[in-house]
């Protein structure tokens, strides 16, 4: 899997130089994300440009923290717009049958 997700990288790197694009390795990292709790702790280790990249084993994105068994969870920056979406939700769910 490791060397797969490297290649990839690497086509993906290819395309940021053609358009004069530079991606950062420091800022990227690499996780795993499944419901299989045996795995959760495996680490990759995935290369960019010769570097290792960081492994997070919770990565953040766009405020949602990814845990490694798949789940997410509202950063609590968005909090409130997370109340307002579960009562939407069961609003509609009520609704729906």
């Avoid at 959760?40 to 995935?46: F, G, N, Q």
């Amino acid at each position: 899997m490791e060397e797969v997700l490297s290649k990839d990288i690497a086509t993906v790197g290819k395309y940021f130089q053609t358009w004069k694009l530079k991606l950062s390795a420091t800022k990227m990292v690499s996780a795993v994300l499944h419901l299989n709790n045996k795995e959760a702790k495996r680490e990759l280790k995935v290369n960019f440009n010769d570097e290792t990249l960081a492994f997070c084993s919770d990565p953040r994105y766009l405020g949602i923290t990814w845990y490694s068994t798949g789940r997410s969870r509202i950063a609590n920056t968005f909090s409130h717009f997370a109340k307002k979406l579960t009562s939407r939700v069961a609003l509609l769910r009520r609704r729906s049958g």
